[in-house]
């Protein structure tokens, strides 16, 4: 498991960076739509939704990232459309109003959870693309940190009902690692912010990856399900390689706004 994950890394990371720094703005609402559709995917098939709903549905998950590639924000009546094919679409689908709560959630919740997050990976790429790498970068560099120190040192379960393999120690080597990467990564593309912002945006997305972590966590072990999907050998679904994205992304995006001034 240990030697796929690297062989995948080793293979992906260099084309995943050149495909975000090289190719133009499109190419990247595209690979966005992409992660998105089959994040959103995984996501409904964990709670059993019909193949052709959860494919349905996850197409117009893209709506609202194509919205935000053109005008940067999305419509708050986009949302409300959203909200009433589903409860239109339970109300006629299935004849009888039991459960209707239960087999609503997936549908709203996948929406709000995936997309609406990952719109943020197109408002990043906006500023640069360089702030995408530099969001990947150290998630997954935090991962890495809180990997190999929970394995090494990890003792004190950090949230055991939620995620039993994850420790505070291998949370507090996380920020550590985020802190590390988001220095070198600001030297690497000579971003204009201090050490100290630097830093404070490091412990920040360090912090905030974790608890997008344990969200996916807190939705699998519901679920009843180990990984989100089996697309990735050694690394699990799409799903779980973003799920500390979605809520690091619009972190990044408004800390980019108050401590640079982008717009």
Not at 53 to 82: E, W
Not at 189 to 206: C, D, N, P, Q, R
Request: aromatic share 12%; charged share 15%.
């Amino acid at each position: 498991m240990h030697l796929k994950r690297l062989i995948v890394a080793a293979i992906a990371l260099p084309i995943f960076y050149c495909y975000v720094m090289y190719l133009p703005r499109p190419f990247v609402l595209a690979l966005v739509c992409v992660m998105s559709f089959i994040s959103q995917a995984e996501f409904l098939a964990m709670y059993k939704v019909r193949e052709h709903q959860r494919y349905f549905f996850s197409l117009l998950g893209i709506i609202p990232i194509c919205l935000t590639y053109k005008y940067n924000d999305i419509p708050t009546s986009l949302i409300v459309l959203m909200l009433t094919v589903v409860l239109v679409g339970r109300l006629f689908v299935r004849k009888h109003p039991e459960n209707a709560l239960t087999d609503i959630a997936p549908y709203v919740v996948s929406f709000l959870y995936i997309p609406l997050m990952l719109s943020y990976f197109v408002k990043l790429a906006s500023i640069g693309p360089e702030m995408i790498i530099f969001l990947c970068a150290v998630i997954w560099g935090a991962d890495s940190f809180a990997l190999y120190a929970g394995k090494a040192i990890g003792k004190r379960s950090l949230y055991k009902q939620m995620s039993p393999n994850k420790t505070i120690e291998g949370a507090v080597a996380a920020i550590t690692g985020a802190v590390i990467c988001s220095l070198l990564l600001k030297a690497y593309f000579a971003l204009h912010m201090s050490f100290e912002k630097t830093s404070v945006v490091g412990i920040i997305l360090g912090m905030v990856g974790i608890v997008g972590d344990l969200v996916e966590s807190m939705f699998k072990r519901d679920a009843d399900v180990k990984d989100s999907g089996s697309l990735l050998p050694g690394h699990g679904g799409i799903l779980d390689k973003i799920d500390g994205m979605l809520f690091s992304a619009p972190a990044l995006y408004h800390m980019l706004i108050l401590f640079t001034h982008y717009k």
